[in-house]
């Protein structure tokens, strides 16, 4: 898989991190992802209270559209770029900016995030099983890390009032996949290299070039759907050996086999969430569809890699 180029990034996240004190969760469902959040105390960040609702929660809604318009404020002011906001996409916790800017577009997604120093909610026992590819240590020191919570509504309320928010692990999984090894001296200069983070990236792009070949049927995936399938290969193969640079191929196709197995079954579990499936099974014809797609490519020696 060494002789194409994968597509230039054109898409990026930017986490705007604001650090709170003091928070009170609250499940807003059975999923174990999606919150309240309401203060225990008056906050000292007195600024956060216009953002409270009738019952004292913060909403994520509110906060968003205030950033919305500060963005838009700032946005005029520059000059040498063009750089327009993107619609609301209903249900998206990102404000979106468009860069122009040949010879391609940019987008940046900002996502509104609040840093809590919390331990990890009981929705998390049970999930994160790295001990035998990072470590116990590694384990323990990053569930002492703050917890991120993004403004993301939750679909399933029975009133859409767009309060909840959404754990976010994104920083754990950045530290993960940049220190991916089973030994300490994995892809590092003196160290032996592996074909982790090809993978991913092969993942990555494979969904890509079919979403854009059939965008309707795909709408619902995303990139977080291989990553997540790519982390729990990582556990299932938690050795450096298993993993050898010359055999991307093999490792890549054992993933998709994975992967290709999780939508057969409409069961993705979040990695850190074991409650929470990803695969929602009212879209169980559109897992089925991706399946097909990807057995063809995995049968066929990947013909779309090829166009």
């Not at 009133?159 to 993960?176: A, C, P, Q, Y």
């Not at 070949?213 to 982390?231: D, G, I, M, Q, R």
Request: hydrophobic share 35%.
């Amino acid at each position: 898989f060494s002789y194409f180029q994968i597509s230039e990034p054109n898409e990026f996240d930017i986490m705007l991190v604001m650090p709170v004190t003091r928070l009170q969760l609250d499940e807003s469902d059975d999923t174990g992802a999606f919150y309240y959040v309401s203060f225990q105390r008056t906050p000292k960040e007195k600024g956060l209270l216009k953002f409270l609702d009738e019952d004292g929660k913060l909403s994520a809604f509110k906060m968003l559209q205030a950033l919305r318009e500060i963005i838009k404020q700032e946005v005029k002011n520059i000059k040498d770029v063009e750089v327009t906001v993107a619609r609301k996409k209903a249900g998206s916790p990102a404000i979106t900016l468009q860069i122009k800017n040949p010879p391609s577009e940019i987008s940046v997604d900002i996502i509104l995030t609040l840093k809590v120093q919390h331990s990890w909610p009981r929705s998390t026992q049970g999930g994160f099983k790295i001990e035998q590819w990072l470590g116990t240590k590694v384990k323990r020191d990053m569930k002492l890390r703050s917890l991120y919570l993004v403004a993301k509504q939750n679909k399933t309320e029975k009133v859409l009032r767009g309060n909840t928010w959404r754990l976010s692990f994104s920083h754990i999984e950045k530290d993960m996949i940049n220190n991916h090894g089973n030994s300490k001296t994995c892809c590092e200069s003196d160290g032996l290299k592996c074909c982790r983070k090809g993978c991913l990236k092969l993942l990555k792009y494979l969904l890509e070039q079919l979403k854009m070949k059939h965008p309707k049927e795909l709408e619902k995936f995303c990139s977080y759907h291989v990553k997540t399938a790519f982390l729990h290969s990582c556990v299932t193969w938690p050795y450096d050996s298993d993993w050898h640079l010359g055999d991307l191929d093999h490792c890549f196709q054992q993933c998709l086999r994975f992967f290709v197995d999780c939508l057969q079954k409409s069961q993705l579990t979040h990695f850190f969430i074991p409650q929470y499936n990803l695969f929602s099974l009212e879209d169980k014809a559109r897992h089925h569809f991706l399946s097909r797609k990807i057995s063809h490519e995995l049968n066929n020696g990947f013909p779309i890699f090829h166009e």
